[in-house]
């Protein structure tokens, strides 16, 4: 994907200036992306061969690789990947406010 037409496809999705995110249609906006990336090539079996066994090596292998992506699909994936956590940490906090007014309702 061209970095044209995936500054077409946020723009269409959240509005000029994003108005329109919230959590949940950015979690579904990007599964679709995810899917309509990768559509038709997964096929067969899968093989997981992550040497890596923490969160955080994981993470710095990502972001080690993203260095030598082409431009624009670096920038979408580095895009992509602060676009999902800044919206996982607004939920996050979302979900801990409610949890607070709420607590003392008994089921």
């Not at 996982?88 to 409610?98: G, K, P, T, V």
């Amino acid at each position: 994907m061209e970095i044209e037409e995936f500054r077409k496809a946020i723009r269409k999705e959240f509005g000029q200036n994003l108005e329109h995110a919230t959590p949940a249609n950015v979690r579904g906006f990007l599964d679709r992306m995810q899917d309509d990336v990768f559509q038709g090539s997964l096929r067969g079996r899968i093989e997981l061969n992550e040497p890596k066994t923490t969160y955080e090596e994981i993470l710095k292998d990502f972001f080690s690789r993203v260095l030598d992506f082409p431009r624009d699909e670096a920038l979408i994936m580095l895009w992509t990947m602060a676009f999902d956590l800044s919206f996982s940490a607004i939920e996050h906090h979302l979900s801990e406010r409610l949890d607070a007014l709420f607590q003392d309702i008994d089921t």
